[in-house]
């Protein structure tokens, strides 16, 4: 069975950091985190590819950083500076080719 557990969250004020991970039981082709805020739909992060590629949502540009150890299958972001509109459910999800595994979230909450 394909797991994905993530890790890391908590409450912190703003312009704190956190650093979220996300351990796979397996690899994957892409990676990525994705956050759901009470009431809003779930929405990108960023994205990283096995190459090393990475995407940003722009809201999140300049302050988030997205990498991976493939071999530990774990992803980790990095969030600095972050705002109390960074409060959500932060998911990760791996994808292999048509599939997509998603971990069970983990809560941010980020204090004015």
């Known amino acids: 069975q394909v797991q994905l557990v993530e890790s890391g969250g908590g409450l912190v004020q703003a312009g704190g950091s956190l650093t979220l991970s996300c351990t796979a039981s397996?690899?994957?082709?892409?990676m990525g985190w994705y956050r759901q805020a009470p009431g809003k739909q779930r929405e990108l992060v960023a994205l990283?590819?096995?190459?090393?590629?990475?995407n940003y949502a722009d809201s999140v540009k300049g302050r988030f950083t997205l990498s991976r150890d493939s071999g530990k299958n774990t992803m980790y972001l990095q969030m600095n500076s972050l705002k109390p509109e960074d409060t959500a459910v932060y998911f990760c999800?791996?994808?292999?080719?048509?599939?997509?595994?998603w971990g069970q979230g983990t809560q941010v909450t980020v204090s004015s």
């Open positions: 999800n791996g994808v292999t080719g048509s599939r997509t595994y």
């Open positions: 397996r690899s994957f082709n892409g």
């Open positions: 990283i590819t096995v190459g090393g590629m990475t």
